[in-house]
């Protein structure tokens, strides 16, 4: 059974500043990864969509890896800003096209 | 282009009143998805449908059943609403790729459900 965790669960960093986001999951038998922002109260939204073939792609400021052998993906957000301060999920889809997700880190970003 | 569109926004309901959260998407997706999320966790998995007529279940599908009729439509039916269904929940929508997998995927807004 596929499981995604996310470290940190909470992050607050001040703004400029270069992140790591941390995403791991147990089957490295999937399709794809994906990572999403999530605002309170609204739905997600997709911001990198990575193939099981590919090992990273950038979006930005956004750059998102994949390491299907070590079962690690990694969001880099260069030069924080207040307006990345949202949650933001990764989610794994196994051969059987569950979308598996991790509980999310919740980024601060301090003016 | 509207997306991915969830009706009811809002919705309360008794225990063991039965109910339809009802997902609509005018992208032509083949694949389409329930998730629940509850406060501070993650979305968990419902159901899923790869195609109309085929539907299967995700992590958490007691008390839910789907149905795929068209490729625009996935409804969610509650048959006795319970408690532990008080939640978020949304839709998504992707479109299939060559290798197999799904492309990007969209979401609706979201369906706030409280059983009483």
Redesign the interface.
């Known amino acids: 059974k596929q499981e995604v965790t996310q470290i940190p669960a909470a992050l607050s960093v001040p703004e400029g500043e270069n992140l790591v986001l941390n995403c791991s999951f147990t089957d490295s038998a999937i399709y794809n990864l994906q990572w999403f922002r999530q605002d309170p109260g609204k739905g997600l939204t997709s911001l990198l969509l990575i193939q099981s073939s590919q090992r990273e792609q950038t979006s930005g400021r956004l750059n998102a890896s994949l390491d299907k052998s070590s079962g690690r993906s990694t969001l880099y957000i260069a030069a924080s800003q207040p307006g990345d301060s949202a949650t933001y999920l990764c989610a794994a889809m196994d051969s059987s096209y569950k979308l598996i997700f991790g509980s999310g880190t919740r980024l601060l970003v301090r003016p | 282009n509207a997306g991915v569109t969830q009706t009811p926004k809002f919705q309360v309901l008794k225990t063991g009143q039965s109910m339809t959260l009802q997902c609509a998407q005018d992208m032509n997706h083949e694949?389409m998805?329930w998730?629940r999320q509850d406060p501070?966790?993650?979305?968990?998995?419902i159901h899923?449908s790869?195609g109309a007529g085929i539907t299967?279940q995700?992590?958490v599908p007691n008390g839910y059943n789907v149905s795929r009729s068209t490729t625009e439509d996935f409804p969610l039916r509650l048959l006795s609403a319970a408690p532990s269904q008080t939640s978020v929940y949304?839709c998504?929508s992707s479109s299939p790729?060559s290798?197999?997998?799904?492309?990007?995927?969209?979401?609706?807004?979201?369906s706030r459900l409280t059983v009483l």
């Open positions: 694949y998805s998730y501070g966790m993650g979305l968990r998995l899923y790869v299967d995700g992590e949304f998504a790729t290798g197999g997998s799904t492309g990007e995927l969209f979401f609706g807004e979201g």
